[in-house]
């Protein structure tokens, strides 16, 4: 799809009310036919039972002084599941992010952001969250954080909305939303409240995070 138009769909925000931690939402991320591909593709990750999939709580994650996880969610690095990534819908569309209409966007935000366009690697996770399912105040370890999240509506649930703490600043979650930032922010998610528990898992919070790094090439070392 042309750089036009994808961008026709897409609402941009360059949010400077703190100067000091400027961040990109962009609303619409995914067209109307990606959004598609990408829900078909969260109902197929949804029919595994929860027992096979890790819990943050019992993998890699930021951690509290005394030991315990700062995150409570199912989670999974897609690239586990696909020797090709263009099977994927979640991987494959992330050729916006590599698009010169999205560069530009993102290096009018901040001049941290000039340095995007010369990312070379990147990994993918899944997160699910449900009933108190939430992130406390942590950082990521990359250069980039690109999130997308997704969710049924009506909505179920309470909660699930995404903060950076030191600008102190809350972005509501909202269906098909795009929020993008340096990893050293500060940023946390509150935790989920059901109305009702659902019957059926994928009712929840899904979050679709790209990490993004820079890892130098051997004819550089």
Same mark, same amino acid.
């Given at each position: 799809? #042309?750089?036009?138009?994808?961008? +026709? !769909?897409?609402?941009?925000?360059?949010?400077?009310?703190?100067?000091?931690?400027?961040?990109?939402?962009?609303?619409?991320?995914?067209?109307?036919?990606?959004?598609?591909?990408?829900?078909?593709?969260?109902?197929?990750?949804?029919?595994?039972?929860?027992?096979? %999939?890790?819990?943050?709580?019992?993998?890699?994650?930021?951690? *509290?002084?005394?030991?315990?996880?700062?995150?409570?969610?199912?989670?999974?690095?897609?690239? @586990? !599941? &696909?020797?090709?990534?263009?099977? #994927?819908? %979640?991987?494959?569309?992330?050729?916006? +992010?590599? #698009?010169?209409?999205?560069?530009?966007?993102?290096?009018?935000?901040?001049?941290? #952001?000039?340095?995007?366009?010369?990312? *070379?690697?990147?990994?993918?996770?899944?997160?699910?969250?449900? @009933?108190?399912?939430? &992130?406390?105040?942590?950082?990521?370890?990359?250069?980039?954080?690109?999130?997308?999240?997704?969710?049924?509506?009506?909505?179920?649930?309470?909660?699930?909305?995404?903060?950076?703490?030191?600008?102190?600043?809350?972005?509501?979650?909202?269906? *098909?939303?795009?929020?993008?930032?340096?990893?050293?922010?500060?940023?946390?998610?509150?935790? %989920?409240?059901?109305?009702? +528990?659902?019957?059926? %898992?994928?009712?929840?919070? &899904?979050?679709?995070?790209?990490?993004?790094?820079?890892?130098?090439?051997?004819?550089?070392?």
């Amino acid at each position: 799809m #042309s750089g036009e138009k994808i961008k +026709q !769909y897409w609402d941009v925000k360059v949010i400077k009310d703190n100067p000091v931690f400027p961040f990109l939402v962009i609303d619409n991320w995914y067209t109307p036919n990606e959004e598609k591909a990408i829900w078909k593709e969260l109902d197929f990750f949804s029919v595994t039972p929860k027992d096979q %999939i890790d819990r943050a709580e019992n993998t890699i994650v930021a951690r *509290n002084k005394d030991g315990s996880s700062k995150s409570k969610a199912y989670r999974f690095y897609i690239e @586990e !599941y &696909y020797n090709k990534r263009k099977i #994927s819908p %979640i991987l494959n569309y992330m050729y916006k +992010q590599r #698009s010169p209409e999205f560069h530009k966007i993102i290096k009018d935000c901040t001049p941290y #952001s000039r340095s995007f366009p010369t990312s *070379n690697t990147d990994s993918t996770m899944l997160s699910y969250y449900e @009933e108190n399912d939430h &992130y406390e105040i942590h950082h990521d370890t990359m250069l980039w954080t690109c999130l997308i999240w997704m969710v049924r509506e009506p909505r179920l649930f309470d909660g699930g909305d995404f903060k950076l703490n030191e600008p102190d600043i809350e972005v509501k979650l909202k269906n *098909n939303r795009m929020v993008m930032f340096p990893c050293c922010y500060l940023h946390s998610v509150s935790p %989920i409240k059901f109305h009702t +528990q659902p019957k059926e %898992i994928g009712y929840g919070r &899904y979050t679709i995070t790209h990490f993004y790094n820079w890892k130098p090439q051997d004819a550089w070392i």
